[in-house]
């Protein structure tokens, strides 16, 4: 009989994925049972967010990556 070897880490990597992928499905069963379920980031009668690029005139959606403490500078 041949056996196929599984190390820990993937044996650990893999019930871990098992057990985040459970708690999303049941997160996200609980909220569509519920009423609860996010709604979506913008409406129909909301307009986009655009910008116009300076050289061609051409307008392009603004997207905001943010920047929450990655351009903050400690003092010293």
């Known amino acids: 009989m041949t056996g196929t070897t599984i190390g820990r880490r993937r044996f650990l990597g893999a019930m871990g994925l098992t057990a985040a992928s459970a708690s999303i499905a049941a997160e996200t069963k609980a909220q569509y049972a519920t009423g609860d379920a996010p709604l979506p980031s ?35």
């Not at 129909?44 to 990556?65: F, M, Q, S, Y």
């Open 42 to 76: 913008t409406s129909a009668t909301e307009p986009v967010l655009t910008r116009t690029v300076p050289k061609t005139g051409e307008r392009l959606t603004a997207l905001g990556l943010g920047t929450f403490l990655t351009f903050d500078r400690t003092t010293g």
